[in-house]
């Protein structure tokens, strides 16, 4: 190998490398833990914290640009701190596919539970 090769070879892996920390550090998935004996939503992410109660949570749908997905707030002020539950959708066939096993799976069982009520699509 020459050594311009190696240092092209080298300089890819460390860039990689980097994204490969940053995705490791920064985008470690989240859970979200509704508890039914103490009506308490909480956050896990390194450690577990309350975020809010059952009484105070809604939901509603963010949109961005090319996309949508859905996310949890406080009642007061979900536009200020709200937390992402969701993928992004974008509207094409298999993103409408994955959104209805999201709905039917995950988003309607949950509002089933807290006893919110639920506006489904006729």
Do not use: C, H
Request: charged share 25%; hydrophobic share 40%; glycine share 6%.
């Amino acid at each position: 190998m020459s050594e311009k090769f190696f240092i092209i070879a080298a300089a890819l892996w460390v860039v990689y490398m980097g994204y490969f920390l940053l995705d490791l550090i920064f985008r470690v998935p989240v859970k979200y833990i509704f508890d039914k004996r103490e009506k308490s939503i909480y956050r896990k992410l390194y450690f577990t914290k309350r975020i809010m109660g059952f009484d105070e949570m809604t939901y509603f749908i963010n949109e961005e640009t090319g996309g949508y997905y859905y996310v949890i707030g406080k009642k007061r002020n979900q536009f200020v701190k709200n937390y992402r539950i969701s993928n992004y959708f974008s509207g094409s066939k298999s993103s409408r596919l994955k959104e209805g096993e999201f709905l039917d799976q995950i988003l309607y069982p949950v509002l089933n539970v807290l006893d919110v009520p639920i506006n489904r699509p006729q």
